[in-house]
């Protein structure tokens, strides 16, 4: 039986490599969906953690997971053995980049070879991590046909951009529309028809090839970028001006053509934004186009933490408080309101540089217990590298120099935290609405 009749019939047979955000829900749509699937990553924990039915990921509940994997449908391992068997493998691997802002796709090759070597005809191979155009034909390909067998022939390749927002209540995987692309029309088709199990088919959107569908991510994210460091430049001159950049936002966003309101903060965080643009821009360069307009937003974004803590310094010095010595507060620790993932947050990057200023520091996020920042210097010497979250109490907030509102958390009760705080540094419009006396909140 070939793959497009196995897809009909719905006993075609799927594999997840990389159980993480992105993994793990669609491993848990294609089984709530009757497919038989199995997920694989490295880390065994994550393993153990699937096949106990306990989830680890806010936007897939447990009751959800545990349904699913009783019923037999989810299985996990770190075994790649099983993929012989497996008519799909989606790879939805990290991609992170390295010091030097140069993509890092050294999960996505890994799980490429470990497909090749049991690959086998009539399999499907589905790109979903986030990368550069190029990768599914450059990169992927050669490696998955030195199998000997031949891709768009023996076996079938496309890209599908991710499209996960983590603490989304409102799209999921199976109501957030689908790019994909082959590697020719074929293949195209194969893909989409297994995505239509999960997602209607009217919400997947068919391109002419992989390079078109890895662009469109970049395009989605780059455009954000973009525009959040649009807003945090006027941020700064605003705050020159004595304009509140945040009334200026809300007015504009009464016209109803032409304007979409992006906020300011503390800088850009996760898996996406402070890194795609960086993913475009280095392969510009194989072009030799040099993308400065996109570079210059990453580098206003980046600058935000800096700024916040100028502001932190600013506030501090109006009461007469120097940043040595200094006890301030930070809360939040994740990239984003209401989830427990701190990856390249912007709330992280205030608590380094408030340490390495010498304050003493201190975060509270109910989401995130603790963190580790790795290895940490200013000036050689060593910074704190572990943090872990305090308990928020009225005494907490009384004892500290300083409040810094990074992550504007629903369950954080503004007008409790600013009674209780000295002095507070806004870097979310949390307080927005609330009676404060003078002097007491800044906004960044």
């Not at 076996?155 to 692309?181: C, Q």
């Not at 996760?270 to 993913?279: A, E, F, K, M, T």
């Not at 608590?351 to 975060?363: E, M, N, P, Q, R």
Request: some cysteine; charged content about 25%.
């Amino acid at each position: 039986m070939g793959l497009r009749e196995k897809i009909e019939d719905r006993s075609v047979e799927v594999a997840v490599i990389g159980l993480g955000y992105v993994g793990l829900p669609l491993a848990v749509e294609f089984a709530r969906a009757g497919i038989h699937t199995v997920g694989v990553d490295v880390d065994q924990e994550k393993v153990r953690k699937v096949k106990e039915g306990s989830s680890y990921i806010p936007d897939v509940p447990s009751p959800q997971l545990r349904e699913v994997v009783d019923a037999g449908w989810l299985d996990a391992t770190s075994d790649y053995d099983p993929l012989s068997q497996i008519d799909a493998v989606f790879i939805c691997v990290p991609t992170p980049f390295t010091k030097a802002k140069a993509p890092d796709i050294h999960y996505i090759i890994d799980a490429s070879r470990e497909i090749a070597a049991r690959l086998h005809p009539e399999e499907l191979i589905i790109l979903q991590s986030t990368t550069y155009p190029g990768t599914t034909e450059e990169d992927v390909l050669p490696v998955l046909e030195s199998s000997g067998l031949k891709a768009g022939q023996d076996f079938y390749l496309a890209f599908s951009p991710e499209r996960i927002d983590p603490g989304n209540k409102r799209f999921g995987v199976r109501n957030t529309p689908k790019v994909v692309g082959g590697i020719t029309p074929r293949d195209t088709d194969l893909a989409a028809r297994l995505f239509s199990l999960i997602i209607d088919d009217s919400q997947i959107h068919r391109v002419s090839c992989p390079r078109t569908a890895e662009m469109c991510k970049l395009l989605e994210n780059t455009f954000r970028s973009v525009n959040i460091a649009l807003v945090n430049e006027l941020t700064k001159l605003a705050d020159r001006m004595g304009i509140d950049i945040w009334e200026v936002i809300e007015a504009a966003s009464t016209k109803p053509f032409g304007f979409m309101p992006f906020y300011p903060g503390p800088g850009v965080g996760g898996h996406c934004i402070p890194v795609d643009p960086y993913y475009l821009s280095w392969k510009a360069r194989e072009y030799d186009f040099y993308t400065k307009f996109i570079e210059l937003a990453a580098e206003v974004n980046q600058s935000m933490p800096y700024y916040t803590v100028s502001k932190i310094i600013d506030a501090l010095n109006r009461n007469h408080k120097p940043i040595k010595g200094a006890k301030v507060l930070v809360l939040g620790a994740a990239f984003k309101r209401d989830i427990d993932d701190p990856r390249n947050s912007p709330a992280l990057e205030v608590l380094k540089i408030l340490d390495s200023k010498g304050a003493k520091v201190y975060y509270h996020d109910p989401h995130i217990p603790e963190v580790r920042l790795g290895e940490v210097f200013h000036h050689s010497q060593p910074l704190r590298s572990i943090y872990r979250s305090c308990h928020l109490t009225a005494e907490l907030l009384a004892g500290m120099d300083c409040v810094v509102i990074a992550v504007h958390h629903s369950v954080f009760d503004m007008e409790w935290i600013v009674r209780h705080s000295p002095l507070i540094v806004d870097a979310q419009n949390a307080t927005r609405g609330l009676k404060v006396p003078p002097g007491k909140v800044f906004k960044i």
